[in-house]
């Protein structure tokens, strides 16, 4: 059984800076790319930043320049470093990554979220 398990939200004032952690467990043989989505009330989940296996990155417009997506390997973990947030930032942060497990097949997984408020 794999799962996704995010800590790190919270209540923040406009300006300041969070960061968010996704740890992987269970029976891991290997993680491919790494997101972190948000949905705010009233709108649709979107997709804030991915990380491959590699290293690349890519993010929404809104946040590049303030949001940083970084992995450990090692720790099977993901992080996502936000500066300077906005109220726009408000809303449930989830977690997602491409996981291979016992069956050598890749298998999309979600976390249950974590909640970022920014009070402007």
């Known amino acids: 059984q794999v799962q996704l398990v995010e800590s790190g939200g919270g209540l923040v004032q406009a300006g300041g800076s969070l960061t968010l952690s996704c740890a992987a467990s269970?029976?891991?043989?290997?993680?491919?790319?790494m997101r972190w989505y948000r949905q705010s009330p009233g709108k649709q989940r979107e997709l804030v930043a991915t990380?491959?296996?590699?290293?690349?990155?890519n993010y929404l417009d809104f946040v590049k320049g303030r949001f940083t997506i970084s992995r450990d390997n090692a720790k099977n973990t993901v992080y996502l470093q936000m500066n300077s947030l906005k109220a726009e930032d408000t809303a449930v942060y989830y977690c997602?990554?491409?996981?291979?497990?016992?069956?050598?097949?890749?298998?999309?997984?979600w976390g249950k979220g974590t909640l970022v408020t920014v009070s402007s």
């Open positions: 997602n990554a491409d996981i291979m497990g016992l069956f050598l097949h890749y298998y999309n997984y």
């Open positions: 269970g029976s891991i043989s290997s993680i491919n790319a």
């Open positions: 990380i491959t296996s590699g290293g690349s990155t």
